[in-house]
């Protein structure tokens, strides 16, 4: 199943370099980031976020935080200080493993870090969250269906007052499933994927031979998007303007509040 392809190729990336995985800068593959660095691109996201949803007087309350595929909980750890729970999501047991590993000492977040085995996030209650994020994460889903799915979730436990922030791109070149398609096409490409199917070390494969997990990539126009969520009883705040990454993915930021009833007449 592709859900099933979906976790196992982002178990292997927690397991072989989940620093780059998360943020996937050009000069830190093969654990080239800087931890201290990589913490600090959270913190500094957070706190434009929440300043950006503030100035809509959201969140009202500060009792939960959901930041929904945490990976190794770099807006996670962020988001802690500013409510009083704070929970991490994510299918990877090796990601989720791995972000508790980190947050430790005297500087440990108090975040919580949970493994994520649902299709949609059942285990919290319809209106019971104050800050939702969920950035670079939607985008890898194995299909659109799967994506709307969590963007109507988002807005159903979305707390009256709180604030949800989803990126998600708007359009993702062909070019890129080329490209994809001529890795997958070269013989040490594929006979890495042999190797890996035999039960070969994802590590050994990814530094020796050029492997990589499967990193699949999607979106859904704006005003599709729009639509998903306002249907699901959402209420489009702001929108940023487009941003391009350097492969020519086009990404928007959405910030999503829980629709005011409407007023009746009499």
Known sequence: MARDRHRAAWEDWGRVDPFWAVLSEADA???????DRFFATGVEMVATM?????????PERHEVALDFGCG??????????????????????????????????????????????????SRYETKSVDFLSCLLVLQH????????????????V?????????????H??????GSRLRRWLQPRTRGARLLRALGVSPRVLYERFGWQPEMHMSGIPYEETVAV???????????????????????RLYFVALAQPRATST
């Open 29 to 35: 593959r093969h654990g080239g980031w800087d931890v």
């Open 141 to 156: 889903l194995p299909s659109r269906d799967a994506i709307e799915t969590y963007l109507r979730e988002f807005v159903r």
């Open 229 to 251: 969520l306002e249907s699901a009883g959402g209420e489009i705040l702001d929108v940023s303007p487009e941003t391009t990454d350097p492969g020519g993915v086009v990404s």
């Open 50 to 58: 929440l300043k950006h949803a503030g100035g809509y007087g959201r």
């Open 72 to 121: 190794l909980g770099r807006l996670t750890r962020a988001l802690a200080p500013h409510f009083t729970r704070t929970f991490g999501l994510d299918i990877a047991s090796t990601m989720i493993d791995e972000a508790r590993r980190l947050d430790v000492g005297p500087d440990r977040s108090g975040a919580e870090f949970v493994l994520h085995d649902r299709d949609d996030l």
């Open 158 to 170: 979305l707390a009256p007052g709180g604030a949800a922030v989803v990126q998600l791109p708007v």
């Open 172 to 177: 993702v070149p062909t070019g890129e499933r």
